[in-house]
């Protein structure tokens, strides 16, 4: 038997927007029960079952882990970081009880259920535990070597780009990459060589622990998780963005300003996102659709505001490589200002296909909640009656 190698070291190896997410929902709503499903949404070059022996040995070690004081302390310093969060951090530690993994019909299937800000936080680090193991079965060298010169090839393409004086905003790209990375590892060492190659570009990471160790600006606000669990929190249906919205504000108070657009597309955000969502939020992020039509959207939704769009970011997210992302940049970068975080075309760019693998909420408080993307592939809901209410509550066509 090879020797156990843990995926997870350390539990702020995470996206910073599991932490404020989690802080907001400790502070509101923290008797708020959830269940999170495991799917794979491409085709493995392998049945992901065949690694249920190791995602279960990792599992078990995932849920011997605690945060370090020195992970705390650096944590802590985060000015949208509250002292009591830092305290329940401290006790905290996974359960096992609330995860499970099995086969079924050659898929792997993991489940987590439980008080939402106890199995909440499992998402990132079930991720990053299949897409390890799954690459492990490759040969690393060859892997880490075309990893190197595709690295090579990104960074050159960078410092040709010419960002003359006139452009009105910079171009600051941001690594993503936690959640499909080809191994820990080699996010630190794309992270670290972005760092010191094109430090003018590349502005911070989504992964917390590479922020404290390199320095680096960690970057992150809400994903979808948190604006769905409003969809099962007593609010009207009808007033759910808004709620989560407000809730945020009143969370944050200035901080973390950059609200998800793709909840339930991005015409329904916008008929919510009114004059004072729009002064009080910094910007806006794009996940699904096509990301020029999306911001002249924004773009159109500021202006009709008489909000000047060069005060708001514009942040891009959705499957980006370095190609796109400049071809964004071009369209809006003397209009808005703009952001790009870049994941699977970073960490996990070795070679090798990457496994399409999510880790998503699907109840909350026993009611489903779903999302109507602004892309149709990533709409999501295992209950299509509540699917179609929610369409017809927001007047959102069938795609």
Known sequence: ???FVPVIASLLDNDLYKFTMWQAMLHRFPQTTAEYAFVCRNEPRFPLADLLDEVNEQLDHLCTLRFTDDELAWLGALRFIKSDFVDFLRLFQFQRRFIRAWAEGGQLRIHAAGPQVHVMDFEIHVLSIVNELYFRRVDQAQALEVG???LRAKIDLLRAVDVAPARAHPLEIFDFGVRRRFSGAWQREVVATLRDEVPEFFKGTSNVLLAKDLGLVPIGTMAHEYMQTFQALGVRLRDFQRAALEGWVQEYRGDLGIA????ITMDAFLADFDLYF???FDGLRQDSGDPIAWGEKAIAHYEKLRIDPHTKRLVFSD?????????????FADRALTGFGIGTHFTNDVGHTPINIVMKLVTANGQSVAKISDTPGKTQSKDETFLAYLRQVFNVPQA
């Open 1 to 3: 038997m090879p020797a």
């Open 148 to 150: 190197r010169e595709r």
């Open 260 to 263: 998800l657009t793709d909840v």
């Open 278 to 280: 729009a002064k009080l």
């Open 319 to 331: 499957g980006l490589d370095i190609p796109k992302a400049l071809a964004i940049y071009d369209a």
